[in-house]
């Protein structure tokens, strides 16, 4: 998935308006999400930054939109619960860096419960 990032990243650098290379980068987070920290809470929080991709990914490239969309519906329902925010010290709308080969700020958004 470091793989994936790093080419995408690559052809990003050629074609800076690239969907398809911010939603891959999406899923490549999406799909670390279960590996990453130790707790329930850091997995679901991978996936802020996954929808910030395929929130990217529309944004620079109509062609991408309904993918993104799809995406960013699907992956929105594994944000953390408020409760659980809080427990961690955070509120909606905080900042929050994914460590790792992630390595993204990311903004707190959770579900209800």
Known sequence: MQ???????QALKGNP????AYILIGKAYA???PKYGS?????????WAAVDKFQTA???DPSCTDEA????????Q???VVKDGFFNGLQEGDTFTIEG????????RFTKE
């Open 3 to 9: 793989a994936v990032k790093k080419l995408c990243l």
């Open 17 to 20: 308006s690239s969907g398809e």
């Open 31 to 33: 799909a670390y999400a």
């Open 39 to 47: 707790e329930d809470f850091d997995h679901k929080t991978v996936f």
């Open 58 to 60: 529309k944004r620079i």
């Open 69 to 76: 969309n799809r995406l960013i519906a699907l992956y929105s």
């Open 78 to 80: 594994h944000f953390p």
């Open 101 to 108: 080969w992630i390595n993204e700020k990311t903004v707190a």
